[in-house]
Structures are given as C-alpha cells and as structure tokens.
C-alpha cells in the first residue's frame, strides 16, 4: 500500500473505483463461461409459477426499504459514495465494528470470488464442505488453485476436524464455511468454529458466509473479526431482507485482511439499493417476524414430509433438502412440468433437493404437485 494511503482511504478507494479502474476482469479464461446467466426454464416466469430453487424471499423487501429505494432513484444518476458510508458505517455501528473493518459490496458473489483469489493460489489450496455454495470452489479451480472437498458430518455441520486436517496436509490458504450452510441448511455450532480458528494452518484465512445466519439460532462470528482473528465474515440483503435482485452485501474483517480482499474486486454500489439496506438496518425488528414466519412453514412443510416417509436433512435455513427416493434431477424436471419449480441435487447427494421455503400458498402448491407426482 502506499505509504501516504491511510488504511480508510483505501477502502474508500477500493470499493468506490476498482471496478472504474479496470481491476475487476480478474476471472480467468473461464470467467466468461461462468458469468452467463442460467437458462430460464419454460414457464417459470409465468404469473403462476411457484419459484422455489433460488433460495430468494417470496415476501420481498421491508415496506420501509422499498420507500427509501423509490426515494433514491431521482439521484441514480450519481454515484453518492457518502451514501455508501453511511450504510457501512451504520452497519458498523450497530455491531461495535470499526468502520475500516467494513466494505461493502454487490451480494455476496463478487466478495466470494474476491476472496478465492486473494487467500488461495495454486501453492495454497482452498479446502470447501460437500456439498456447500460453490462459488469459492469453482473460482479456484478456474485459477488452478488444489480444492480439497471435506464431506459434511452425518447432522449437516461442517466437520471442522477434518477440514483442518485436510488444510494442514494440502498448506491451504483458504477454509471456506457457509453457515448456516447452503444447499443444505444445516448448522455449524460457534464453538466447532472456535476450535477450527484455533487448530487451522497458520496464516491460512477462515471465511464464514453468513449469508443465512438472521435464519437461525446459532450465534455469528462478527466478533472474532473484530478481535482480529483470521476470519472474513460475509454478509448479504438477498436472503431475509428480501433483496436478491438489488445486489447487496458486505464483507467484514480486519483491515489488512479487507485490503486483499478488495483488490480482487468491488466496485460501486448501486444507490437504490444502498439506500433500501440503510432502511432495512433500521428496522432489526423485521427479522424476527420474517424468521419466524420462514421457521413456522419449513417445519411444517417438513413434517408433512415426513409423515410421508420422505426424510428431510435438519436445517435452520429458508431452504431444505428432501430424499426424493429416486433421481433428484428428474424430480426437480416433473415438478417444473407443473409450474413448481425446486432447486436442484448435488453430486454428492443425488437423491436429495433443495426447496426454498415460500409462502404459506406456494408451500401448499408444493404439497398438492408432489403428493400428485409421488402417487402417479
């Protein structure tokens, strides 16, 4: 860094002008492959359809958000960085954070991709869950980074001893944790992630994404990154604020660790969006109405699973994964067939998808087309 650049000013910089400057198209030759769109299957954006596969909120932004979104577009044509401060800042704030701890960012992906190239490298392998979000794991690979894939343990969590044993044999720079952890929704406990910052390779970088924890009940881990501990914590709006299609998130650690992850990517955030997630944070009451909902249908959807004999892994996510008893793919193509459309299966777990939990009415469209397909 140089020498007359305060750590603030690099931030500043960074998040504002990395983009502008040229810095972002650090993908690799198979970053234009990844960035195409997923194809839309037929039907899904009819009125009708029952979207159940992105793990998004049926229920949309708060009220409050949306009126300050609305209220911000007359001054999109700017960039208004101050206003990007303010959001970190108010973050920062409210969780006792300094501000240079702060960035923020467009979701979660960019800073996901960011971090696979700032603490992995082909001399450092990046070690993931399986199955788990795999955004880290193909940007490494796209960089000929070694990824080391360590089962979950056989109640979801990730198995934090294995995944430091596997870290200390393949020197990794990077452990990357999801929690609670997408596609299956299962919990790592706070102090398995204790012992895994206490037992990993030194200088190696944990990163939590915590991109569903407002879900569960388990504590997060913005505080190890204010104690200094060699963590980035992500967090993101598209889950329970409801804010998917507007692109927001953050990414917190220490400054020096913030500093890496900054130069492999950010850029500008879209003003709308800063100004719904400066709403959302001043509405923390919301969260626990929309967990709450969000539990209530899960365990509810769950049980009538079960009480089909059809298993469903434990999760404290707006998603979960159920046994299918067959090939989840062609599940997942029948269902669609009927305008429900679920998530997809894992290599690893080929009988099992993810359903996003919806609505009260788009859950009981779910029940009525499964209990007609599993009868047929």
Known sequence: MHP???RRGFLDLSACSLATAGLAPLLGASGGARAQMPPTPPGMNDPDAVLLNYNENPLGPFPEALRAAADALPRSNR??????????GLFAEQNSLGEDHVAGYCGSGLALDAAALAFASPRAAAVVADPTFESVAQMADAHGTKVVRVPLRADGAHDVKAMAAAAMEAK?????????NNPTGSITPRADIDWLLANKPAGSVVL???AYIHYCDEPGTLDLAKAGADIVVLRT???????AGMRLGLAVARPDLLEKLLLFGAGSLPVPAVAAGIASLKHPERLAERK??????????????KSRDYQCLPSQANCFMVDVKGDGREFARKMAAHKVFVGRSWPVLPRQVRITVGTEAEMAKFREVFAKMMAG
Request: net charge neutral; glycine share 6%; charged share 15%.
């Open 4 to 6: 007359t650049l305060s």
């Open 292 to 305: 709450r909902a969000t539990t209530t249908i899960r365990t509810e959807t769950v049980a009538w699973l």
């Open 208 to 210: 939590v994404d915590e």
């Open 172 to 180: 990794a720079g990077l452990i990357y944790l999801c929690n609670p």
């Open 237 to 243: 709006f598209s889950k329970i604020y409801g804010m």
């Open 79 to 88: 960039y208004l960085f101050g206003l990007q401060r303010e959001f970190t």
